[in-house]
Nanobody, 117 residues
Framework: QVQLVESGGGLVQPGGSLRLSCAAS????????MGWYRQAPGKQRELVAS???????NYADSVKGRFTISRDNAKNTVYLEMNNLKPEDTAVYYC???????????WGQGTQVTVSS
């Protein structure tokens, strides 16, 4: 069984920063890609960023230059550093684990990020 535990969401003012973390545990052998999706109210879920076991990354155009995904393989943990946050970044952010550029085999419970003054 695979478990993903997220942390780091919260309320931040526009222009501020947040760092999300997600630790994976369980039978994750062969599932080397991790990612972050988000879903805003009334909108479809979208891929924000992903990172493969090799370290190669993939970002949505809307977050390029502002968000950075990274991972600590020894800890099976993925991070999402979010800078210059905008109100349109407000959403529930989900950590995922799987394969390829859009890993979606396993999902975390989600963490709320709210960007508001």
């Amino acid at each position: 069984q695979v478990q993903l535990v997220e942390s780091g969401g919260g309320l931040v003012q526009p222009g501020g920063s947040l760092r999300l973390s997600c630790a994976a545990s369980g039978n994750i052998l062969g599932l080397w890609a991790m990612g972050w999706y988000r879903q805003a109210p009334g909108k479809q879920r979208e891929l924000v960023a992903s990172i493969r076991g090799s370290g190669s990354t993939n970002y949505a155009d809307s977050v390029k230059g502002r968000f950075t995904i990274s991972r600590d393989n020894a800890k099976n943990t993925v991070y999402l550093e979010m800078n210059n946050l905008k109100p349109e970044d407000t959403a529930v952010y989900y950590c995922t684990l799987g394969r390829g550029a859009s890993p979606d085999d396993y999902w975390g419970q989600g963490t709320q990020v709210t960007v508001s003054s």
